[in-house]
């Protein structure tokens, strides 16, 4: 009868502990959750502010207070886009030099180009950390209309 006793308590003091490993799991788990909900939220809020990210946030940064002068504002500063959605009669001198250089490579190629031609017109490397930003810019003005991009990814002058 002793034996069982001692079995039973051992039981009991075994699961118990097993419990408490459960319970402490249980509540990493939780949190967890709770995190990834709240981010959820969060991402929910951005894509229907911003169209999924195809749109600009309507979030609007207060203005900076003057301080020990004139402010300078200029493209890409408190939100002002660097490449402005392309309307009827607007011309490429509303971009940054960096983005008319690449307009005037684009509309100069005789074929349309890729974004590894139009790095080497820049003067940049061939290697992918150097290429890449140039295929984001071209990208970045295909999407607001400024250029053309063809199935196999090369761009053409609209």
Known sequence: MTDV???TIERRVELAE???LLRK??????AEVARLEAAEVVFGQWAEATD?????????EPEPEEELGKVVVG?????MRLVPDRTEGMGAEVLTPEYQRIMAIVAGASEPVMAK????????ETTPGKVEPVR?????LSDRGWLARTGSGRYLPR
């Open 136 to 140: 984001g810019q071209l990208r970045k």
């Open 52 to 60: 999924g990210g195809r749109q600009s946030s309507r979030i609007v």
């Open 18 to 20: 097993r419990a408490e």
């Open 117 to 124: 031609d139009v790095a080497i017109a820049l003067g940049r």
């Open 5 to 7: 006793l001692t079995w």
């Open 75 to 79: 493209p890409g500063a408190g939100g």
């Open 25 to 30: 799991e249980l509540a990493g788990i939780d």
